[in-house]
């Protein structure tokens, strides 16, 4: 069993950066491909960025290419979105999730989640 544990979130004005964290308890991240996703009110969930389990491929939402960069660290246990260029756009809640198998965009194909961690950015 694995529990993602999202932090970083909090309020910005636009241009602004976050990065936010993804530690877990439990297992070992390193066997798992990761997954951001963010939920703005009254929208479903939608992906952000992703990363295989080795790190070498990652993967990105066309919204968020060439702001964000996602990362894992196997000896933290932690994987880590790096926010840059923030706009009012970017505001909802950011789920971690981990052990996707097929379509990384998906969120279906998680097994675990976080519980999330608000992004709020102000015009």
């Known amino acids: 069993q694995v529990q993602p544990v999202e932090s970083g979130g909090g309020s910005v004005q636009a241009g602004g950066s976050l990065r936010l964290s993804c530690a877990a308890s439990?297992?070992?991240?390193?066997?798992?491909?990761m997954g951001w996703f963010r939920q703005a009110p009254g929208k479903e969930r939608e992906f952000v960025s992703a990363?295989?389990?080795?790190?070498?491929?990652?993967y990105y939402a066309d919204s968020v290419k060439g702001r964000f960069t996602i990362s894992r660290d196997g000896v933290k246990n932690t994987v880590y979105l790096q926010m840059n260029s923030l706009l009012p756009e970017d505001t909802g809640v950011y789920y971690c999730?981990?052990?996707?198998?097929?379509?990384?965009?998906?969120?279906?194909?998680?097994?675990?989640w976080g519980q999330g961690t608000q992004v709020t950015v102000s015009s």
């Open positions: 439990g297992r070992t991240l390193t066997s798992y491909g």
């Open positions: 990363v295989n389990w080795s790190g070498g491929n990652t």
């Open positions: 999730a981990a052990g996707w198998s097929g379509t990384y965009y998906e969120p279906r194909e998680y097994r675990y």
